[in-house]
């Protein structure tokens, strides 16, 4: 089972030639789902040869300009590639008005249904096989980070404890590895436990940006395999991040150490940094985290199921 992450577009306020702004997609068993859409969304997209017509859902972080306005264009490519699907479409309460009143006045031809839900904290969209949950962040305006999260998968199934136990191949091997007991003729009856591993963890994905830093964000993005956090200043100019509410390299850092994952990209860059620059934040972080990459657009992260 395949869970890759694009890293679409890395920079905060303003677009810059090789960086788009903000965000980030999940591919998962051929599903797609979209973090966030700034300017330049699209070429990125099509410069990994990504079809956008299969996007399940979309969820936006907050009303600032250069996290949705790549959101309009992506609408009405859709309607371009014949989509038939619902798109779902999370994130704050003003998110609704954006889209209806866009497409009211760019008169968009849209051919297939939107559901724009208003995001709150907890889970807010889960299937069979994985949940992405929203929590509040702290910025000039509401706010969510999210995490997508695979379920816990069952054990590993031993053909040898089936035999020994008596239960024969066929039917009952593949009720047992459901997580169902089963009944043998003779009236013993075997439960999944006596034949199976430990479950086994699936794989998390967190996307936090624009955001004061807090301790409780780690306990939303515990264990993530990958986590996308913005990381805008330097340590030198923190009391400008407290004033416009973001974080510092190094306060990123903190949190993917608290939450022991296992790999953080920086991203969101103020547009005052070079690529050069960016070593700086870099090694500001890896001081308190070490797994720390600069994320730069089109970086592709294949994330292997751990057994």
């Not at 789902?33 to 969304?41: I, K, R, S, V």
């Amino acid at each position: 089972m395949n869970f890759e992450v694009f890293v679409l577009g890395t920079s905060g306020m303003m677009p810059l030639p090789g960086r788009f702004l903000t965000s980030a997609m999940v591919r998962r068993e051929g599903e797609l789902f979209l973090f966030d859409c700034g300017e330049g969304t699209q070429i990125s997209l099509k410069m990994l040869n990504i079809k956008w017509k299969k996007i399940s859902a979309i969820f936006i972080s907050h009303m600032h300009a250069d996290h949705v306005t790549g959101l309009p264009g992506m609408l009405m490519l859709s309607s371009q590639v014949d989509r038939n699907d619902p798109l779902i479409i999370y994130g704050p309460s003003r998110l609704h008005d954006y889209i209806n009143q866009t497409r009211k006045l760019l008169d968009m031809y849209i051919n297939y249904e939107i559901i724009v839900k208003s995001v709150e904290p907890g889970i807010i969209h889960e299937t069979e096989e994985f949940m992405v949950e929203a929590f509040k962040l702290d910025h000039t305006k509401p706010c969510y980070g999210y995490t997508m999260r695979e379920k816990e998968r069952p054990g590993m199934f031993h053909p040898d404890k089936a035999i020994e136990l008596g239960v024969p191949r066929g039917p009952l091997w593949s009720q047992l590895q459901k997580g169902q007991s089963v009944t043998l003729d003779d009236g013993r009856v075997i439960e999944p436990a006596e034949i199976m591993g430990q479950p086994r963890g699936g794989r998390a994905f967190s996307y936090v940006t624009d955001t004061l830093y807090s301790k409780k964000i780690a306990n939303h993005v515990k264990h993530a395999d990958l986590l996308l956090c913005e990381g805008m200043f330097e340590e030198a100019l923190a009391d400008s991040a407290r004033e416009k509410k973001h974080m510092t390299a190094k306060q990123a850092a903190m949190i993917a150490h608290d939450a022991d994952v296992a790999s953080m990209g920086l991203f969101h860059y103020s547009p005052r940094y070079t690529n050069y620059d960016l070593k700086m934040l870099r090694q500001e972080a890896r001081e308190i985290f070490p797994p720390t990459f600069l994320a730069k657009d089109r970086m592709v992260f294949d994330i292997p199921l751990k057994d």
